[in-house]
């Protein structure tokens, strides 16, 4: 499976943005995906996923601003960011997994495949 990540750029605080990940290879619609997120100087964390079944889990610091979505037929996972602030500049990396259990779904060590991140700069 490879993924490729898109949508990342410069924003000011306030401001949105659509990360695409799109995947190839593989059977998509299994797959639970997910987007973390590293920050400069600081290791990668969870940001949200969505299983197969469509059931969401976000990270506290996002929750009520960043909405994830998924279009199997298109092979695709989404990131729809509002709100954006300055802590939330990183690299943002989309991952699939084939067989994450959901006390673990919010572990990256869960997760089989990555993509190769996309940058997001939130300044003024």
């Known amino acids: 499976v490879q993924l490729q990540a898109s949508g990342g750029g410069l924003v000011q605080p306030g401001g949105s943005l659509r990360l695409s990940c799109a995947a190839s290879g593989g059977t998509f619609r299994s797959y639970t995906m997910a987007w973390f997120r590293q920050a400069p100087g600081k290791e990668r964390e969870f940001v949200t996923r969505i299983r197969r079944d469509g059931s969401i889990a976000y990270a506290d610091s996002v929750k009520g601003r960043f909405t994830i979505s998924r279009d199997n037929p298109k092979n695709t996972v989404y990131l729809q960011m509002n709100g954006l602030q300055p802590e939330d500049t990183a690299v943002y990396y989309c991952?699939?997994?084939?067989?994450?259990?959901?006390?673990?779904?919010?572990?990256?060590?869960?997760?089989?495949?990555w993509g190769q991140g996309t940058l997001v700069t939130v300044s003024s």
């Open positions: 991952a699939a997994g084939a067989r994450v259990i959901l006390s673990a779904s919010r572990s990256q060590d869960a997760y089989d495949y």
